[in-house]
Nanobody, 121 residues
Framework: QVQLVESGGGLVQPGGSLRLSCAAS????????MHWYRQAAGKQRELVAT???????NYADSVKGRFTISRDNAKNTVYLQMNSLKPEDAAVYYC???????????????WGQGTQVTVSS
């Protein structure tokens, strides 16, 4: 079974930085796109950043210039470097990935359980 596990969340002051990690484990043949979503209390889940298997990236307008998504294919891991954090960035951050467990399987889609990011002084 494939699992995605996020880590790196915590409490940070406004203007501070955090680096989130999401590691995929289990049966993994290929990983296509990987994404970071977030969901603040009382709000809809929103897409924050995407990285394709080729390394292309996309960001929500609200985080452009402050967040950087990257991946380490050897470790089956995606990262989100968050700088200049604002109170409105506070949310549970979720990893989402498109994974082919074996060559016989179709592409399947997986969510992590989320990691809490709190931005407060």
């Amino acid at each position: 079974q494939v699992q995605l596990v996020e880590s790196g969340g915590g409490l940070v002051q406004p203007g501070g930085s955090l680096r989130l990690s999401c590691a995929a484990s289990g049966s993994i043949f290929l990983i296509n796109a990987m994404h970071w979503y977030r969901q603040a209390a009382g709000k809809q889940r929103e897409l924050v950043a995407t990285t394709t298997s080729g390394g292309s990236t996309n960001y929500a307008d609200s985080v452009k210039g402050r967040f950087t998504i990257s991946r380490d294919n050897a470790k089956n891991t995606v990262y989100l470097q968050m700088n200049s954090l604002k109170p409105e960035d506070a949310a549970v951050y979720y990893c989402y990935a498109q994974i082919r467990p074996t060559w016989r399987d179709p592409w399947r889609f997986y969510w992590g359980q989320g990691t809490q990011v709190t931005v407060s002084s």
